[in-house]
C-alpha cells in the first residue's frame, strides 16, 4: 500500500495493481453471479463470513484509515481500487454504509474513545455501520436533519425517523445526525438497543438495501459535536460520492465487456450483430462515456487525497458524469442484448437496477449539474469572449 | 527511468530557452528553432531531432512552461507539421540526414507541410485512392489528383500517398513519399469552403519527380506509415485545451458571462453539460498522457477526435441558439485566404460555420465510430465489397 501521496494522478502503483488482482479474485471466488442472486434473496442480503475475510484477510475496507487510527494508512486511491472491483462485480455488502460513508466520517471525527471503539470493528469487517444522515444533492444540510437529540448528563437519546437509510437494515452500528441544544452533531447508535426499530424496504435494486430507521430515546453516543458534525458528514458526503463515482466505473466496465463479447458471439443474419454499425457505433459511444466515467472518478479520488481541486467540484463532475455513463450503459446493454437483456436470468437488469439506484443516491446528474452551474458558469468571466459579427 | 527527474530535466530546458529567448521579444521562428535546439518540439523524439528521449507525456511539462512565457502553439501555427509530418518522419525517413533537414525547418515553421491523401474517388476509404507512382531509375514518377489538401497553397512539403502496385489488393500497393511542393509538376488550386475562405485546395499532379531517398518506409508498405501519420492526426486534433476550461468550450463560457441578459435556466443546463463534457475529455487527455509510454499514440486517440469534433459543433451551435437573432448576420464573405495568426479562428459565426468540417476531417465521425469499434473493441469488420481484389478490379464512384 502506497503509505503517502500517490505521486502522478491517473498512474497506478505496482502494489495498487496488485490490489486490484487480490480484489478481483476475491469478487469472482466469493461474488460470482449465483452467489449475487442467492445473497439479495436471502438474510441479511450478504455474506458475513466473506465480508470479515474482505476486512481482515485483504484488508480492504478501511484502506484509508491512517495508522494511529489503526487502518493501514494507505490513500484514498487505494480504497478506490477496491470499490471499483466490488463494484464490477455488484458485490453484496456494505460497501455504500460502511466503506464509502461511516469509515470515511469516522475518520475525519477527532480523536476519541468512541471513534476508536467503532473504527476498528468496521475496518476488520466483523461489524457493519449505515449512515443515517439525509443528504441534499450530496450535500450536507443541517436544516433537513428529522432526529432530534437530548442530553441527560453525559447520556443522549436520539428521536426521530430517517427514511431509506442504505445498509442499515443489517448493520451493527447506525451513524445518526441529530439536532441538539447547541445545533447538530453525528451520534453513534448501536442498531440493537432499546428505541432502534428498522423496517427493511423492498428496494428496486435487491443488491443494495434500504431500511427506515425510527429511533425512540434510543441510547446514543456523540461521534462528532456540533463545531465538527458539519465538515465531518460533509467529508463523508465528498468521500463517499467520489467512491461512488469509481463504481460506477467499475460496474460499467464490466457491462461494456460483457456486451462486446455478447455482440461479437451473436449471429443474426448469417453475421455478428457487432458487425453491424447501427450495434458497433452503439458499443463505440459506450465507450467514450466509460473513458469519462473513468477520467472524472479517478481524478475526484486523487484531488480529494491531494487537494489539487475544489473537493466539492471535483466530486459533482464524477457525479453528474458516472450517473449519467453508467445509466446510459446499463440501459445500452440491455438494448444489444435483444430480448434476452429484458428476462430476469439475465445479469443486464442487475446492473441497470443498481445504476439507477447508484444515479440517485448522493445527488441526480442533474443536481451535480446545478451544482457545477454554480461554482463554475456563475463565476467566469466574459473576458476574452469571441467577437460576433455584426453584418 | 526516473520520471521525476525526467520531469525535472524538461522544465530546466524549458525555463532555459525561455530565459534566454523571450517569446515576447524575439522573433517566433528563433523562439522555435531555440525550442527544437533544446529538444522541446516532441520530447519523446531523440536528443539532435528535437526532442529529449523522454516520455511523451512530458510534453505538457515543457509546453506549460514555454506558453505561460507567452510562446506560440506551434501546432496552430503548422499543424500538418507537428502533428502529423513530425512523427512520420521521425519513425521513416531513410536517413538522419533528412530527419535534420525536414524536422527543423518544420518546427520553425519556416516549413509549412500539406497532407496529399483525399481524392475525389477516395475519402473515408483511403486504401482505395488512385494516384499512380512509377519508378524511373532512381526517382518516382507521379500522376493524380488530391482534394481537400489543408494549407498547400502554403506548404514546402507534402505527405504523400500515392499507388506503386494496381494489381496488388488496396492496402498492399500503396507506398508513401515525401513531395516538393514548388517542384514541377505540382499545381495548387484553392478551394472555397462554406465559409468563404480557401483554407483548402485542390493538387493536380502531373508527371512530378520525387526522388527515390524521399520514399518513406518500403515500396508496398504505404499503408503501415499513413497508419503512424493517422493515429497521429487524431490525437492531435481535439478541442479541449490542458487547462479547465480552456480550448473551444471558453468560447460559450465566456460568452454566456458577457451576455447575461440572454440567459435561462434551459440553457444553462446544456451549456453545463457541455462544459461537463469537455471537462471529461481534458481530464481524459490528461489520464491518456500520464499513462502513455514513449511509443506512439493507440487508436484509442480516436475518442480526443471523435469527442472534441462533435463537441465544438456543439459549443458554437449553442452560441447561436444563445445570441437568437443576433447571431445570423456575417462578417465577409469575400473568397480570401486564412492567416494563421492569433484570431485566425474569425468572429463566432465563422466558428460556428467551421465546425461542420470537425466531424469530416481528419477522419469522419462514422469512420472514427468503426475504428473505436473495430481496433479497440475488438469487435468484427464490416462485410466488405472489395476484400481481397486485386485495386483495378473494385468498382469506384
Ligand atoms: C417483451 C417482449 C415480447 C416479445 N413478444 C414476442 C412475441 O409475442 N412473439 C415473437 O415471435 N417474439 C416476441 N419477442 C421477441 C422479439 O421479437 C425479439 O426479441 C426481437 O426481434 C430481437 O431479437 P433477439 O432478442 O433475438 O435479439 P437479436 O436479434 O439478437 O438482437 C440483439 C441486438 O442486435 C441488434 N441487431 C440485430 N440485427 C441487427 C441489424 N441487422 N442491424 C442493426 N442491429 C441489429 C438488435 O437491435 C439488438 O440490439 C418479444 C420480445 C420481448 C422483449
Ligand atoms: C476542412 C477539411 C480539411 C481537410 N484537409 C485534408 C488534408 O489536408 N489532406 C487530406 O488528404 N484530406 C483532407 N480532408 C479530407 C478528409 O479527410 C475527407 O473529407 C474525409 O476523410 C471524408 O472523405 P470524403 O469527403 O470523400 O467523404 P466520403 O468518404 O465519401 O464519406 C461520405 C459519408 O459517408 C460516410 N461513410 C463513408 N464510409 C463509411 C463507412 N465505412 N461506414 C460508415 N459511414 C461511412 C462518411 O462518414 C460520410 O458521412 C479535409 C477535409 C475537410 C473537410
Same mark, same amino acid.
Given at each position: 500500500?502506497?503509505?503517502?501521496?500517490?505521486?502522478?494522478?491517473?498512474?497506478?502503483?505496482?502494489?495498487?495493481?496488485?490490489l486490484?488482482?487480490?480484489?478481483?479474485?476475491?469478487?469472482?471466488?466469493?461474488? +460470482?453471479?449465483?452467489a449475487?442472486?442467492r445473497?439479495?434473496?436471502?438474510?441479511p442480503g450478504?455474506?458475513?463470513?466473506?465480508?470479515?475475510?474482505?476486512?481482515?484477510e485483504?484488508?480492504?475496507?478501511?484502506?484509508?484509515?491512517?495508522?494511529?487510527?489503526?487502518?493501514?494508512?494507505g490513500?484514498?486511491? +487505494?480504497?478506490?481500487?477496491a470499490?471499483?472491483?466490488?463494484?464490477?462485480?455488484?458485490?453484496?455488502?456494505?460497501?455504500?454504509?460502511?466503506?464509502? @460513508?461511516?469509515?470515511?466520517?469516522?475518520?475525519?471525527?477527532?480523536?476519541?474513545p468512541?471513534?476508536?471503539?467503532?473504527?476498528?470493528?468496521l475496518?476488520?469487517?466483523?461489524?457493519?455501520?449505515?449512515?443515517?444522515?439525509?443528504?441534499?444533492?450530496?450535500?450536507?444540510d443541517?436544516?433537513?436533519?428529522?432526529?432530534?437529540?437530548?442530553?441527560?448528563?453525559?447520556?443522549?437519546?436520539?428521536?426521530?425517523?430517517?427514511?431509506?437509510?442504505?445498509?442499515?437494515?443489517?448493520?451493527?452500528?447506525?451513524?445518526?445526525?441529530?439536532?441538539?441544544p447547541?445545533?447538530?452533531?453525528?451520534?453513534?447508535?448501536?442498531?440493537?438497543?432499546g428505541?432502534?426499530?428498522?423496517?427493511?424496504?423492498?428496494?428496486?435494486?435487491l443488491?443494495?438495501?434500504?431500511?427506515t430507521?425510527?429511533?425512540? +430515546?434510543?441510547?446514543?453516543?456523540?461521534?462528532?459535536?456540533?463545531?465538527?458534525?458539519?465538515?465531518?458528514i460533509?467529508?463523508?458526503?465528498?468521500?463517499?460520492?467520489?467512491l461512488?463515482?469509481?463504481?460506477?466505473?467499475?460496474?460499467?466496465?464490466?457491462?461494456?465487456?460483457?456486451?462486446?463479447?455478447?455482440?461479437?458471439?451473436?449471429?443474426?443474419?448469417?453475421?455478428?450483430?457487432?458487425?453491424f454499425?447501427?450495434?458497433?457505433h452503439r458499443l463505440?459511444?459506450?465507450?467514450v462515456?466509460?473513458?469519462?466515467?473513468?477520467?472524472?472518478?479517478?481524478?475526484?479520488?486523487?484531488?480529494l487525497? +491531494?487537494?489539487?481541486d475544489?473537493?466539492? @467540484?471535483?466530486?459533482s463532475?464524477a457525479?453528474?458524469?458516472?450517473?449519467?455513463?453508467?445509466a446510459?450503459?446499463?440501459?445500452?446493454?440491455?438494448?444489444?442484448?435483444?430480448g434476452?437483456?429484458?428476462?430476469?436470468?439475465?445479469q443486464?437488469?442487475?446492473y441497470?437496477?443498481?445504476?439507477?439506484?447508484?444515479?440517485a443516491?448522493?445527488g441526480?446528474?442533474?443536481?451535480?449539474?446545478?451544482?457545477?452551474?454554480?461554482?463554475?458558469?456563475?463565476?467566469?468571466?466574459?473576458?476574452?469572449?469571441?467577437?460576433?459579427?455584426?453584418? | 527511468?526516473?520520471?521525476?527527474?525526467?520531469?525535472?530535466?524538461?522544465?530546466?530546458?524549458?525555463?532555459?530557452?525561455?530565459?534566454?529567448?523571450?517569446?515576447?521579444r524575439v522573433?517566433?521562428?528563433?523562439?522555435?528553432?531555440?525550442?527544437?535546439d533544446?529538444?522541446?518540439?516532441?520530447?519523446?523524439?531523440?536528443?539532435?531531432?528535437?526532442?529529449?528521449?523522454?516520455?511523451?507525456?512530458?510534453?505538457?511539462?515543457?509546453?506549460?512552461?514555454?506558453?505561460?512565457?507567452?510562446?506560440?502553439?506551434?501546432?496552430a501555427?503548422?499543424?500538418i507539421?507537428?502533428?502529423?509530418?513530425?512523427?512520420?518522419?521521425?519513425?521513416h525517413?531513410?536517413t538522419?540526414?533528412?530527419?535534420r /533537414?525536414?524536422?527543423?525547418?518544420?518546427?520553425?515553421?519556416?516549413?509549412?507541410?500539406?497532407?496529399?491523401?483525399?481524392?475525389?474517388?477516395?475519402g473515408?476509404?483511403?486504401?482505395?485512392?488512385?494516384?499512380?507512382?512509377?519508378?524511373?531509375?532512381? /526517382?518516382?514518377?507521379?500522376?493524380?489528383?488530391?482534394?481537400?489538401?489543408?494549407l498547400?497553397?502554403?506548404?514546402?512539403?507534402?505527405?504523400?500517398?500515392?499507388?506503386?502496385?494496381?494489381d496488388?489488393?488496396?492496402?498492399?500497393?500503396?507506398?508513401?513519399?515525401?513531395?516538393?511542393?514548388?517542384?514541377?509538376?505540382?499545381?495548387?488550386?484553392?478551394?472555397?469552403?462554406?465559409?468563404g475562405?480557401? /483554407?483548402?485546395?485542390?493538387?493536380?499532379?502531373?508527371?512530378?519527380?520525387?526522388?527515390?531517398?524521399?520514399?518513406l518506409?518500403?515500396?508496398?508498405?504505404?499503408?503501415?506509415?499513413?497508419?503512424?501519420?493517422l493515429?497521429?492526426?487524431?490525437?492531435?486534433?481535439?478541442a479541449?485545451? #490542458?487547462?479547465?476550461?480552456?480550448?473551444?468550450?471558453?468560447?460559450?463560457?465566456?460568452?454566456?458571462?458577457s451576455?447575461?441578459?440572454?440567459?435561462?435556466?434551459?440553457?444553462?443546463?446544456?451549456?453545463?453539460?457541455?462544459w461537463?463534457?469537455? /471537462?471529461?475529455?481534458?481530464?481524459t #487527455?490528461?489520464?491518456?498522457?500520464?499513462t502513455?509510454?514513449?511509443?506512439?499514440?493507440?487508436?484509442?486517440?480516436?475518442?480526443?477526435?471523435?469527442?472534441?469534433?462533435?463537441?465544438?459543433q456543439?459549443?458554437?451551435?449553442?452560441?447561436?441558439?444563445?445570441?437568437?437573432?443576433?447571431?445570423i448576420?456575417?462578417?465577409?464573405?469575400?473568397?480570401?485566404?486564412?492567416?494563421?495568426?492569433?484570431?485566425?479562428?474569425?468572429?463566432?459565426?465563422?466558428?460556428?460555420?467551421?465546425?461542420?468540417?470537425?466531424?469530416?476531417?481528419?477522419?469522419? #465521425?462514422?469512420?472514427?465510430?468503426?475504428?473505436?469499434?473495430e481496433?479497440?473493441?475488438?469487435?468484427?469488420?464490416?462485410?466488405?465489397?472489395?476484400a481481397g481484389?486485386?485495386?483495378?478490379?473494385?468498382?469506384?464512384?
Amino acid at each position: 500500500m502506497a503509505d503517502q501521496q500517490d505521486a502522478r494522478p491517473f498512474v497506478f502503483s505496482e502494489e495498487q495493481r496488485e490490489l486490484r488482482t487480490a480484489v478481483r479474485r476475491f469478487a469472482a471466488d466469493n461474488a +460470482d453471479e449465483q452467489a449475487v442472486r442467492r445473497l439479495m434473496e436471502s438474510d441479511p442480503g450478504f455474506d458475513t463470513k466473506a465480508w470479515a475475510r474482505l476486512g481482515s484477510e485483504l484488508g480492504v475496507l478501511g484502506l484509508s484509515v491512517p495508522e494511529e487510527q489503526g487502518g493501514v494508512g494507505g490513500t484514498l486511491v +487505494d480504497q478506490a481500487v477496491a470499490v471499483e472491483e466490488l463494484g464490477a462485480t455488484l458485490y453484496p455488502g456494505p460497501v455504500f454504509g460502511t466503506v464509502a @460513508l461511516a469509515i470515511p466520517a469516522l475518520v475525519a471525527a477527532s480523536d476519541g474513545p468512541v471513534r476508536s471503539e467503532l473504527l476498528g470493528p468496521l475496518v476488520e469487517g466483523t461489524r457493519t455501520a449505515a449512515v443515517a444522515v439525509a443528504d441534499r444533492a450530496g450535500a450536507f444540510d443541517p436544516a433537513a436533519v428529522t432526529v432530534q437529540a437530548t442530553r441527560a448528563g453525559d447520556d443522549w437519546t436520539l428521536s426521530g425517523t430517517v427514511e431509506r437509510v442504505v445498509d442499515a437494515a443489517a448493520a451493527d452500528d447506525l451513524l445518526v445526525a441529530a439536532t441538539g441544544p447547541d445545533g447538530v452533531a453525528l451520534f453513534a447508535v448501536d442498531a440493537t438497543a432499546g428505541g432502534v426499530e428498522r423496517t427493511p424496504l423492498t428496494t428496486l435494486d435487491l443488491t443494495r438495501r434500504q431500511a427506515t430507521l425510527r429511533l425512540a +430515546d434510543a441510547p446514543a453516543r456523540l461521534v462528532a459535536g456540533p463545531d465538527e458534525a458539519e465538515r465531518v458528514i460533509g467529508h463523508a458526503l465528498v468521500v463517499g460520492s467520489a467512491l461512488l463515482a469509481v463504481e460506477q466505473v467499475g460496474a460499467s466496465q464490466h457491462l461494456l465487456d460483457l456486451t462486446v463479447e455478447y455482440a461479437k458471439g451473436r449471429l443474426q443474419f448469417g453475421r455478428p450483430i457487432g458487425s453491424f454499425q447501427a450495434v458497433k457505433h452503439r458499443l463505440a459511444d459506450m465507450l467514450v462515456d466509460l473513458e469519462h466515467a473513468r477520467s472524472a472518478a479517478y481524478h475526484a479520488v486523487w484531488a480529494l487525497g +491531494d487537494g489539487s481541486d475544489d473537493p466539492a @467540484l471535483a466530486a459533482s463532475i464524477a457525479q453528474a458524469t458516472c450517473s449519467e455513463a453508467f445509466a446510459r450503459i446499463a440501459a445500452d446493454t440491455i438494448q444489444l442484448h435483444g430480448g434476452i437483456g429484458f428476462t430476469w436470468e439475465y445479469q443486464a437488469q442487475l446492473y441497470y437496477k443498481r445504476a439507477i439506484t447508484d444515479a440517485a443516491l448522493l445527488g441526480s446528474a442533474e443536481q451535480h449539474r446545478a451544482r457545477i452551474a454554480r461554482l463554475v458558469l456563475d463565476t467566469a468571466s466574459g473576458d476574452g469572449a469571441p467577437a460576433v459579427a455584426t453584418g | 527511468m526516473s520520471t521525476a527527474a525526467d520531469s525535472s530535466r524538461v522544465a530546466d530546458a524549458a525555463r532555459k530557452v525561455v530565459q534566454e529567448h523571450d517569446p515576447t521579444r524575439v522573433p517566433t521562428r528563433e523562439f522555435l528553432a531555440a525550442c527544437f535546439d533544446a529538444g522541446l518540439s516532441w520530447v519523446h523524439f531523440p536528443e539532435g531531432l528535437g526532442g529529449l528521449g523522454v516520455s511523451r507525456g512530458l510534453q505538457s511539462v515543457a509546453d506549460g512552461i514555454l506558453q505561460d512565457a507567452g510562446g506560440p502553439v506551434p501546432f496552430a501555427l503548422n499543424p500538418i507539421g507537428y502533428g502529423m509530418a513530425a512523427p512520420t518522419l521521425r519513425e521513416h525517413a531513410q536517413t538522419d540526414e533528412l530527419k535534420r /533537414e525536414w524536422l527543423r525547418p518544420l518546427a520553425t515553421t519556416e516549413n509549412i507541410w500539406c497532407q496529399l491523401f483525399s481524392e475525389p474517388g477516395a475519402g473515408s476509404d483511403l486504401a482505395g485512392l488512385a494516384t499512380s507512382a512509377v519508378r524511373d531509375g532512381d /526517382e518516382w514518377v507521379v500522376n493524380g489528383q488530391k482534394v481537400w489538401t489543408s494549407l498547400a497553397h502554403r506548404a514546402r512539403w507534402a505527405l504523400l500517398l500515392a499507388r506503386t502496385d494496381p494489381d496488388a489488393p488496396k492496402h498492399k500497393g500503396l507506398t508513401y513519399f515525401v513531395v516538393d511542393m514548388q517542384g514541377p509538376g505540382v499545381e495548387t488550386r484553392p478551394l472555397r469552403q462554406m465559409t468563404g475562405q480557401a /483554407e483548402f485546395n485542390e493538387v493536380y499532379l502531373n508527371d512530378a519527380r520525387i526522388p527515390d531517398a524521399h520514399r518513406l518506409g518500403a515500396v508496398g508498405d504505404g499503408w503501415r506509415v499513413a497508419m503512424t501519420t493517422l493515429m497521429n492526426e487524431r490525437s492531435s486534433i481535439g478541442a479541449s485545451g #490542458s487547462r479547465r476550461g480552456t480550448g473551444t468550450i471558453a468560447d460559450a463560457v465566456s460568452l454566456w458571462a458577457s451576455r447575461p441578459d440572454l440567459h435561462t435556466p434551459v440553457l444553462e443546463d446544456r451549456l453545463t453539460k457541455l462544459w461537463l463534457r469537455a /471537462e471529461a475529455q481534458r481530464l481524459t #487527455s490528461e489520464r491518456s498522457r500520464a499513462t502513455a509510454t514513449v511509443g506512439g499514440p493507440g487508436p484509442e486517440g480516436s475518442v480526443g477526435k471523435l469527442v472534441g469534433a462533435e463537441l465544438n459543433q456543439q459549443v458554437y451551435e449553442f452560441c447561436m441558439d444563445l445570441l437568437g437573432p443576433e447571431g445570423i448576420l456575417y462578417d465577409d464573405y469575400t473568397m480570401r485566404d486564412m492567416e494563421r495568426t492569433d484570431d485566425w479562428r474569425g468572429p463566432l459565426q465563422q466558428r460556428f460555420l467551421r465546425s461542420r468540417a470537425n466531424t469530416i476531417e481528419g477522419g469522419t #465521425s462514422e469512420v472514427l465510430r468503426n475504428i473505436l469499434g473495430e481496433r479497440v473493441l475488438g469487435l468484427p469488420g464490416d462485410l466488405r465489397a472489395d476484400a481481397g481484389k486485386p485495386w483495378k478490379e473494385i468498382p469506384r464512384g
